[in-house]
């Protein structure tokens, strides 16, 4: 079954620290993956997308993801994180044979000043 | 701005009334979704539309919910005759047909059923 687990329901950082949330998928074909924000009270924000080509992708405000198909994962790191980063984090995977996305539960990302 | 708009952005409303939403796409985009967000969890797909066709139908959606796209713009989404576990935020989200395309979200309407 096609699925996208995101294993930690909320991670802690504190200001300046770095930061990786985890995603993984179970996907049969070949994915396209992204990563959305959501501030509280807010719609969905997209971070980044990966389609093809180089596995590292660049996103907006400083992130970046990479994607290692063998490991089946699209991690979301960022070298250093502001207190307006605090919030939750969605990874979604989609196909070409698919319109639908796939969403992860989320991680809540928390910030300690 | 010329992102996805929605309206409203809350609706507090008693159990058994009707209720409507509207969505806004993104103009030049041809795909419409409606989702629904409960706490705690990711958005949970519940119709899309491309142009003014209604193309797929989530189990979730009972027969007390209908969306139409009369004229592949905006959209709405009714729900008949609420119930308590009809509370959640209401996601609309708009794209290009191809799938390597990102949808872009609205900020939802949140629902509450009292």
């Known amino acids: 079954a096609q699925s996208v687990t995101q294993p930690d329901i909320h991670i802690t950082v504190s200001e300046g620290a770095s930061l990786e949330l985890r995603c993984n998928y179970s996907?049969?074909?070949?994915?396209?993956l992204f990563w959305y924000v959501q501030s509280p009270g807010q719609g969905l924000q997209l971070l980044l997308k990966?389609?093809?080509?180089d596995t590292l992708v660049q996103g907006i405000k400083g992130f970046e993801a990479e994607f290692k198909r063998s490991q089946s994962s699209f991690n979301l790191r960022k070298p250093s994180v502001h207190w307006s980063d605090a919030a939750e984090y969605f990874c979604?995977?989609?196909?070409?044979?698919?319109?639908?996305?796939?969403w992860g539960a989320g991680t809540k990302l928390i910030i300690k000043p | 701005d010329t992102g996805v708009s929605q309206d409203p952005r809350h609706k507090i409303t008693k159990r058994g009334q009707n209720v409507t939403f509207r969505c806004d796409p993104i103009?030049?985009?041809?795909?419409l979704y409606w989702y629904r967000q409960t706490l705690g969890q990711g958005p949970e797909f519940l119709t899309y539309?491309?142009?003014?066709?209604?193309?797929?139908k989530s189990r979730l959606l009972s027969d007390r919910f209908s969306a139409e796209r009369p004229k592949g713009s905006f959209s709405t989404l009714e729900i008949q005759r609420t119930e308590q576990g009809d509370s959640a935020m209401y996601l609309c989200?708009?794209?290009?047909?191809?799938?390597?395309?990102?949808?872009?979200f609205g900020d939802g309407t949140r629902l509450s059923i009292l």
């Open positions: 539309f491309q142009n003014e066709a209604q193309l797929e």
């Open positions: 989200a708009s794209g290009f047909e191809n799938s390597n395309q990102p949808q872009h």
């Open positions: 990966y389609f093809s080509g």
């Open positions: 996907y049969g074909a070949t994915p396209y």
């Open positions: 979604a995977v989609g196909s070409d044979s698919n319109y639908q996305l796939i």
């Open positions: 103009s030049e985009h041809n795909r």
